[in-house]
């Protein structure tokens, strides 16, 4: 919650300016930068490339996949339109935006080679892992550091002398496709994050963290800071009231459109259904989920927030579904294409990271579940479920979790060397559990 002592915009940029500094002209080689969801992590990216480049320091800027590549590639072109800029790419077919072809000042190649000297050159790590140079870049910034790798790091470490590296701690821990028991605790962890193995090794290196959320509302801000950040905690940028969710067409009565207005009214609401122990596709749960975000678009639902003054209608475009498993995801679809709602997006929480929303309808990841299994109590899982929205979350989930999680406390090995993550998804859940049950409302549909 703001208050009339914190001036958001103020705080974000003391941060910003000092994050600069060092990146600039500190002396450390690296520059890590924490940020909670909705931050600014790309403006900072942005900004800190076109300050290095107008410096005249060329530049590599790594991300972890192509879509985050194009989206830095437009942003830059759109702040400054006579930057050259370059996107490096593979081979394969379609291996860029197809956008990028219409900006004279960006240069595509899938050859370092031919992107030489100009000022900013981005691509993914992948892509960089393949490339040599005779003399490295002076800077690079590395975009979503919390999703790389160490493994990767270390693939690409030889390209530049000094780096920024900026992400998100809460969110979802990089990919591996096989156990990494065996290099549990150790310093070259591959699997373990690049930031964490970074610091590791370079505990001296200047920590900054962006202390302000412009997209989570006053209503989510608090216990998602508490929850996933208590030692990195952040505050809203907006203040209540800020934001407003109205609707044209009244309640039904029915538990999705009770629940609909909660949410609207306190920026949070759980549907729960009778405790049960069902199949991962849920068909109830699936139904609930199609139910309530048919209802969001039937509704006629308008948000007023501080980007604009007049209300802007609630669009099919402006909602995002978001579950554990892809399978999951695929009958969330299915159940609202047999309701006429194409263009909602619904995914799993792995690619709805990093992206924005109106209003969210999460499948809680422990629902219907007759155990709580290290993938569902991911922290980070839950973290983006729960941080994707600009007014409000709505999860669906079957009574009994807070009994489940009780049953299940963990068990995880406790393995020297390693860095503990604090807080842990058992304590994650029960902390948004125990505040959305401030918001229940049962399913009678």
Known sequence: MTTVDFDPGAAAARATDAILHDTLHGGERGVVVDSPPGAGKSTLVVRAALELAGAGRPLMVVAQTNAQVDDLVLRLAEKNPDLPVGRLHSSDADAYDPALDALPQVRTSAKAAELKGLPVVLSTAAKWAHVKVDEPWRHAIVDEAYQMRSDSLLAVAGLFERALFVGDPG?????SIVG????????????ASAVSTLLAHNPELPQHRLPVSWRLPASAAPLVSAAFYPYTPFRSGTDHGDRRLAFAVPSDGSGPDRVIDEAAESGWGLLELPARHTPRTDPEAVRAVATVVRRL????????????????PLTADRIAVGTAHRD??????????????PDVTVDTANRLQGREYDVTVVLHPLSGR???????LETGRLCVLASRHRHACIMICRAGVTDLL??????????????????????????????????KVPWRA
């Not at 007759?370 to 569902?376: I, K």
């Not at 299940?408 to 393995?415: K, L």
């Open 171 to 175: 969110q979802l821990d990089p990919f």
């Open 180 to 191: 990494s028991e065996q290099w549990a605790g150790l310093s070259y962890d591959p699997s």
């Open 297 to 312: 678009l039937d509704r006629g639902g308008a948000a007023v927030s501080e980007r604009t003054p007049d209300p802007a």
């Open 328 to 341: 999951q995801a695929a009958a969330v679809r299915a159940a609202l294409a047999e309701l006429g709602v």
């Open 370 to 376: 007759p155990d709580a299994t290290a993938f569902h």
């Open 406 to 439: 009780d049953d299940y406390p963990s068990t995880e090995p406790v393995q020297l060397g390693t860095l503990v993550k604090f807080p842990d998804g058992w304590e994650a859940n029960h902390a948004v559990l125990s505040h959305l049950a401030e918001h």
